[in-house]
């Protein structure tokens, strides 16, 4: 079956260190995003990718990096820079270009917590 | 920038019809969509529009007014399992989306 897998589903950080959320997709789509989710708000966008080996900041790029080194994986990776970044991670896929009008897919979410 | 508008929370009864509005201010304009999300939950895709008009997929509609920058979507014979979150999502020409802060709609019996 073809979809977008994340792990983990739940990860606790100490203060201090950088941890990267995993994404990979087998549906051949040549976009991928991630959003941070906080609670009762909805999806701010951290980094996009229209095609491989290159990617985009979104609005709350700070704090975060990416790589698209593979067509099918686009991990993120939380720095001991970002302030605040307990929060439910999504990351997202869309069949053709990123200019192209398709929905976009997501995976189940990794629940980051700061301890 | 893009900024979008939608009510926090909504209730409706089961059996009935309900209407969640969205305004939003974009340039360059390449579609609207909006999701489905329920509690702890990813996103699921309901339904899109890019030309003004109306949009019907079985018990879900949605709306759009490029010129109003505004989109509705319309759910009728509301159950119990469509309480949850509905985002709105607009799509610029440089492929970026940018989601409102979604709302939470309560069904009750």
């Known amino acids: 079956d073809g979809g977008i897998t994340q792990s983990p589903k739940y990860l606790f950080r100490k203060e201090g260190q950088n941890v990267t959320l995993s994404c990979e997709q087998n549906?051949?789509?040549?976009?991928m995003y991630w959003y941070r989710q906080d609670p009762g708000q909805g999806l701010r966008l951290i980094y996009y990718?229209?095609?491989?080996?290159?990617?985009q900041k979104g609005d709350i790029a700070e704090g975060y990096s990416v790589s698209r080194e593979k067509k099918e994986s686009f991990p993120l990776t939380v720095t001991s820079a970002q302030k605040n970044p307990t929060a439910f991670y999504l990351c997202?896929?869309?069949?053709?270009?990123?200019?192209?009008?398709?929905?976009?897919?997501f995976g189940p979410g990794t629940r980051l917590t700061v301890l | 920038g893009q900024n979008i508008d939608q009510p926090t929370e909504m209730t409706a009864t089961e059996g009935a019809i309900v209407q969640i509005n969205c305004t939003y201010q974009?340039?360059?304009?390449?579609?609207l969509f909006w999701y489905q999300q329920h509690a702890a939950e990813a996103p699921t895709f309901l339904s899109y529009n890019v030309l003004d008009g109306l949009e019907e997929k079985g018990r879900f509609s949605s709306f759009l007014s490029r010129s109003k920058g505004y989109s509705y979507l319309l759910l009728k014979e509301l159950q119990m399992k469509d309480s949850a979150s509905y985002l709105c999502?607009?799509?610029?020409?440089?492929?970026?989306?940018?989601f409102g802060d979604g709302t939470t709609l309560t069904v009750k019996p």
């Open positions: 990718s229209q095609i491989v080996n290159d990617f």
């Open positions: 997202a896929s869309i069949e053709g270009p990123g200019l192209s009008v398709h929905e976009q897919f």
């Open positions: 549906l051949n789509h040549d976009a």
């Open positions: 999502a607009v799509k610029n020409n440089a492929g970026k989306s940018t």
């Open positions: 974009t340039s360059g304009f390449n579609g």
